[in-house]
């Protein structure tokens, strides 16, 4: 039996506000307007501030720790498609779900608080 086995990775959630969404820009060095100009962001077909795609993401891997240790990441892959932008106060939660029948192999999920899928895809745990 597979040491990744668990049926459910732990939830984890996080309120993405500006402050956030500014310390994650700065550790990056990523100023791309989109992300930190509201008025620029406004005049975009996003019509506002969204955050850095990667700033979300990192939940599934704060996931995979919580579940079983940092320990798990060695060798793990990530597939995922980004399929909704994140916007500034969104609250995000990923998760994710052993697939029947595949060991160490969890479709993952970012939702944001509607309930909307913003990240999807598949971690794969080295078994």
């Not at 406004?42 to 979300?56: D, K, N, Y």
């Not at 060798?75 to 994710?96: C, I, M, N, Q």
């Not at 509607?114 to 990240?119: F, T």
Request: charged residues 25%.
């Amino acid at each position: 039996m597979s040491r990744y086995a668990r049926p459910e990775l732990e939830r984890v959630s996080k309120v993405v506000d500006r402050a956030a969404i500014r310390l994650y820009a700065e550790i990056t060095d990523d100023f791309n307007p989109i992300h930190v100009d509201p008025d620029f962001a406004a005049t975009t077909p996003m019509r506002g501030i969204i955050a850095h795609g990667m700033l979300s993401l990192n939940l599934i891997w704060q996931s995979l720790r919580a579940t079983y240790g940092a320990q798990a990441q060695e060798g793990a892959k990530l597939d995922v498609r980004f399929t909704r932008p994140v916007r500034e106060d969104d609250t995000v939660s990923a998760h994710g779900r052993l697939r029947e029948g595949d060991a160490g192999i969890y479709d993952v999920t970012i939702e944001n608080q509607r309930g909307e899928p913003v990240i999807s895809g598949t971690l794969t745990l080295s078994v």
